[in-house]
């Protein structure tokens, strides 16, 4: 039998709190190395940090919560949103 794939999800996080201007979004380019997710992370007008991740939902859920160990200090909130992949990411980078 065939080896089973993994689903693969597409995860938007805002993040909200002192987040923009703390090394926010270079953070988190070094922990999503560590995991088997691409997409990219920016910082929105409004204050807030976008990620945009793809990856297995298991694999999602522990980019967050590595996050959220790292700059939970400065999360005030995080609200997930989770869409269809795409597969339009070859990596895992800031975008500007």
């Not at 703390?22 to 560590?34: I, L, P, Q």
């Not at 999602?60 to 919560?65: F, G, S």
């Amino acid at each position: 039998m065939p080896e089973q794939q993994t689903p693969i999800s597409r995860r938007v996080i805002l993040f909200t709190g002192q987040v923009q201007g703390v090394g926010f979004r270079f953070t988190t380019m070094n922990v999503a190395s560590r995991f088997e997710v691409t997409g990219f992370v920016r910082n929105l007008p409004d204050g807030r940090v976008e990620l945009v991740a793809e990856g297995s939902p298991a694999e999602l859920d522990r980019l967050r919560r590595a996050i959220e160990d790292v700059m939970g200090g400065n999360i005030n909130e995080a609200t997930a949103t989770d869409l269809p992949a795409t597969g339009e990411f070859g990596s895992f980078e800031i975008s500007f």
